[in-house]
């Protein structure tokens, strides 16, 4: 899957789970901080982006935990769809 | 002598406040009540993440809000809410158990609004509004309770002002009524300037016609 692409997806995904009506795909920095200070998501969200990445990606989180490191960013999610999409079954 | 100070009514599409039309939308449910929320000017992001009951009640709540805020009242600390409606949150039951009956995984977003309260909760995070506040399920107002229960809070709790709403939104394996839904009546109760309080006036102002 195309990078560039797949960072795309993941921005409109993400306005679209989580119901971010004022906020434009295009508008959200491939390096914004998810959380805090970038969109201001809060923990409802963190818990929709997980299923996000196991609707549309087929990625499960078992640990939410993870989610800090996986969360940060758009790309920092394409990091890790793209790492566990390429790690063998 | 408690008074009736304000009203709002949301039906039809239709949002009004003591039966003047304050703006209208159109479409589905949420089409109709995003529709809404722009007409009136509301400014809240988090508007968007609810379901439709709380945008329900919070947009039936708002005209009233602005004006205990125009008139200067304490709302963080003097101002009651009763909400009430017939169904609870079945609709959002029905949307939260449709993935899982897929077998799939359940949005978190919508699960949290699988309580009846959330109404009354996000209108008093909306406003900051720290009174006491309460929510009934019934099929019907009922009048002669909730006016106890506003006596109370401003005889006993010292509120000056209390809002009764009562707010519905189609759960539709479960509705077998008209599809007249979704309809929300609000009610401004205080001691100010108001036509005299009974319970056939509230009754009126928190039912569907």
Same mark, same amino acid.
């Given at each position: 899957m195309d990078r560039e692409e797949l960072k795309r997806n993941l921005k409109e995904q993400i306005v679209k789970q989580l119901n971010l009506?004022?906020?434009?795909?295009?508008?959200?920095? &491939? &390096?914004?901080?998810?959380?805090g200070e970038g969109l201001g998501l809060d923990s409802i969200d963190a818990l929709e982006l997980i299923v996000l990445l196991d609707r549309?990606?087929?990625?499960?989180?078992? &640990?939410?935990?993870?989610g800090r490191t996986i969360f940060v960013s758009v790309n920092t999610m394409a990091d890790h769809i793209l790492a566990q999409l390429a790690a063998p079954k | 002598m408690l008074n009736l100070l304000a009203s709002t009514r949301l039906t039809g599409g239709r949002l009004s406040l003591n039966g003047n039309e304050l703006a209208q939308g159109h479409g589905e449910d949420a089409a109709m009540l995003r529709a809404l929320y722009t007409a009136i000017g509301m400014d809240y992001p988090k508007f968007h993440k609810m379901d439709a009951y709380a945008r329900l009640a919070l947009l039936a709540a708002e005209p009233l809000y602005r004006m205990l805020r125009t008139d200067g009242a304490?709302?963080?600390?003097?101002v009651g809410l009763i909400t009430l409606n017939g169904s609870g949150s079945a609709a959002t039951d029905v949307e939260h158990w449709e993935p899982v009956r897929r077998g799939e995984l359940a949005s978190p977003a919508v699960f949290v609004y699988t309580l009846p309260n959330t109404g009354a909760g996000e209108i008093t995070i909306r406003h900051g509004a720290f009174g006491p506040s309460i929510c009934l399920i019934s099929e019907h107002p009922d009048p002669d309770l909730l006016l106890t229960i506003t006596d109370d809070m401003i005889t006993t709790q010292g509120m000056t002002h209390v809002i009764v709403g009562w707010s519905d939104i189609f759960a539709t394996p479960f509705w077998s009524g008209p599809p007249t839904l979704p309809f929300a009546g609000f009610a401004l109760i205080g001691h100010g300037a108001g036509t005299p309080l009974t319970p056939t006036g509230l009754q009126a102002i928190l039912t569907q016609h």
């Open positions: 009506e004022e906020v434009k795909p295009e508008s959200i920095a &491939d &390096d914004a901080p998810l959380f549309h990606y087929g990625i499960k989180i078992t &640990d939410p935990k993870d | 304490d709302i963080e600390n003097a």
